[in-house]
C-alpha cells in the first residue's frame, strides 16, 4: 500500500482531473485509456461513422508492414477471444515491456516503448478498468512475424514516475504526453529508428492508413516550421478538435476525439512541456 503522505500528494495533483474523470464514465483508469492514452484508436473496431461503441476494444487495426502483418489484439475480458485469462499482474508487464505472458513480444506497432514511466498508480487504475470493460468475442487474425524489430524505449520512460515527479507542470506535460505518444508520430523514422536527441518533434513521419497518407508535422517551437508561433489556444485546438492554426482540419490517425476527453489542466501542462522543446527546422 501508497504511504500516507504519496496518497496525499496523489489526491492533490489529480484533484482537477479526478473531478472531471467523475462527470464522465467513471475514475482516472478510463481517463487515461479513453483520453490520452487514447487504445481504442487502434483496438476498437472502426464503422463508417468511426468507433463501434458496442465493441469497444475487441480488436481493430491491421498494419501489414515488411516485418510484420498484425491486427491490434481484442483486449476485452473475453476468455477465448481476449484476454479473460490474463492476470492484472500480466497486463501490467505487456504494457510496461511490450512482452505477453507466453513470452513472445509485441511487434512495436503498440507503443510500449512509451508507456514504461506510467506510474505504478495510474498503471493500476488503467489495468482495473480494461478488466472491467464489456466482454466482446471477437477473434482476430494471428500476428505473422516476419524479422525482429528492436524495441525502442523513449527517453525518459525508462521507469515509472511517481506521483511527486509529475506535479511541476512541465513534467506532468512530458508524462502525459509521452503516455499519449506523440513523439512517436512526430519524429521522424531514421535509419537506425527515431532520433529522438536530435529529431524530437520535428516531424515528416509517414502515416499510411484507410485515410491514406498523412505526414507529421514539426511540433517543435521553431517560428517557421513548428509551433512557435502559436498561442496556447490554437495548439490545444490543434490536439483536440484537429485543427490547424490556419483553420484547416487536420487529417487521421492523431486521435483528436479521445485527447479531447483530457482535463484543461492537463492540456495546459502539454503545452507547458511543448514549449520546452527546441526548434528544429
Ligand atoms: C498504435 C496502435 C496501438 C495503440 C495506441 C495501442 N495498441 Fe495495443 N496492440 C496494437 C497491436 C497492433 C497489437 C498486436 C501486436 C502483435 O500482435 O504483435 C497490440 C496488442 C496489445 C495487447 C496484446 C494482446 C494479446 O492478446 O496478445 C494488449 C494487452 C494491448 N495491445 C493493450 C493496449 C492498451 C491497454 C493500450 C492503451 C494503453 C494499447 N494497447 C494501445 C496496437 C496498439
Ligand atoms: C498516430 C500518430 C500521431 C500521434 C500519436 C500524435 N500526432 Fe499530432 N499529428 C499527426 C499527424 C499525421 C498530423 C498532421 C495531419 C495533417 O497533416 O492533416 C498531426 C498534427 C498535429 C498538430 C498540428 C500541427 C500543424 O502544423 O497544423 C499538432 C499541434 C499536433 N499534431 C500535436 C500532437 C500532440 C501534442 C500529440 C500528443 C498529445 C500528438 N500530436 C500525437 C500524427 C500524430
Redesign the pocket.
Known amino acids: 500500500m501508497p504511504s500516507f503522505r504519496v496518497l496525499l500528494a496523489f489526491a492533490v495533483l489529480f484533484a482537477p482531473t479526478v473531478a472531471v474523470a467523475q462527470s464522465g464514465d467513471g475514475g482516472r483508469g478510463s481517463y487515461l485509456v479513453n483520453g ?1 492514452m ?1 487504445c481504442g ?1 487502434c483496438h476498437t473496431p472502426k464503422g463508417p461513422q468511426g468507433d463501434i461503441a458496442e465493441k469497444a476494444f475487441s480488436g481493430g487495426l491491421t498494419f501489414d508492414e515488411g516485418p510484420f502483418k498484425v491486427t491490434a489484439s481484442n483486449i476485452t475480458p473475453d476468455p477465448e477471444t481476449g484476454i479473460g485469462s490474463w492476470s492484472a499482474d500480466d497486463l501490467k508487464r505487456l504494457l510496461r515491456t511490450g512482452v505477453r505472458p507466453n513470452g513472445v513480444p509485441l511487434a512495436p506497432i503498440m507503443p510500449t516503448g512509451f508507456y514504461g514511466l506510467m506510474s505504478e498508480e495510474d498503471l493500476d487504475q488503467a489495468v482495473a478498468y480494461l478488466r472491467s470493460v464489456p466482454a466482446v468475442k471477437n477473434k482476430v487474425p494471428d500476428p505473422v512475424y516476419r524479422a525482429v524489430i528492436p524495441r525502442q524505449v523513449f527517453p525518459g520512460a525508462e521507469k515509472p514516475y511517481t506521483a511527486t515527479d509529475i506535479q511541476a507542470p512541465v513534467a506532468r506535460g512530458f508524462y ?2 509521452t503516455l ?3 513523439m ?3 519524429t521522424p523514422m531514421g535509419p537506425r529508428g527515431r532520433d529522438f536527441a536530435n529529431d524530437l518533434g520535428k ?1 515528416g ?1 509517414e ?1 499510411k492508413g484507410p485515410w491514406g497518407i ?6 517543435t517551437q521553431s517560428t517557421t516550421k ?2 512557435g508561433g ?1 498561442t496556447d489556444a490554437e ?1 490545444k485546438r ?2 483536440t478538435k ?1 485543427i ?2 490556419d483553420g ?8 483528436f476525439a479521445s ?1 479531447e476527453r483530457a482535463s484543461e489542466a492537463d492540456l495546459d501542462a ?1 503545452v507547458a512541456w ?1 514549449r520546452t522543446l527546441p526548434a528544429r527546422d
Open positions: 490520452l487514447a484508436s502525459l504526453a499519449a505518444h506523440c512517436e508520430c512526430h516531424g513521419f502515416l498523412s505526414i507529421s508535422r514539426n511540433i513548428g509551433l502559436w495548439i490543434a490536439i484537429g490547424s492554426k484547416s482540419h487536420l487529417a487521421p490517425p492523431m486521435s485527447y502539454i511543448l
